[in-house]
Nanobody, 124 residues
Framework: QLQLKESGGGSVRPGGSLKLRCQAS??????????MGWFRQAPGQEREGVAVIDTDGVTNYASDVQGRFTISRDDAKNTLSLEMSDLKPEDTATYFC????????????????WGQGTEVTVTA
């Protein structure tokens, strides 16, 4: 069974940077067959897609993080990363790693495997 565990969250000032990581364990199945992505949920807000990467390495970003966030994957290590720069207070949320054969940025309620989340707080 696919299991995901995020790390790297924390508290930073506006303009700062963080790198989130997701360690995946999939038993005997290689993650190279799965799309992966990051979603986030701010307090009182709906869950939303942040960035996704498919099995060919093609990426897609939410418009408000485009140019500031970079998603990447290392299938040899079964890891997914999200490098976040120029962080803004509105980036404050719990960030979740997801995986599935297909992950759609604008479908936050898809049939995905979810991690437990890691909190990111951006405040002065």
């Amino acid at each position: 069974q696919l299991q995901l565990k995020e790390s790297g969250g924390g508290s930073v000032r506006p303009g700062g940077s963080l790198k989130l990581r997701c360690q995946a364990s999939a038993g005997v199945v290689s993650l190279k067959f799965f799309a992966m992505g990051w979603f986030r949920q701010a307090p009182g807000q709906e869950r939303e897609g942040v960035a996704v990467i498919d099995t060919d390495g093609v990426t897609n970003y939410a418009s408000d993080v485009q140019g500031r966030f970079t998603i990447s994957r290392d299938d040899a290590k079964n890891t997914l990363s999200l490098e976040m720069s120029d962080l803004k207070p509105e980036d404050t949320a719990t960030y979740f790693c997801v995986s599935a054969p297909i992950v759609r940025l604008h479908i936050p309620d898809g049939n995905y495997a979810w991690g437990q989340g890691t909190e990111v707080t951006v405040t002065a």
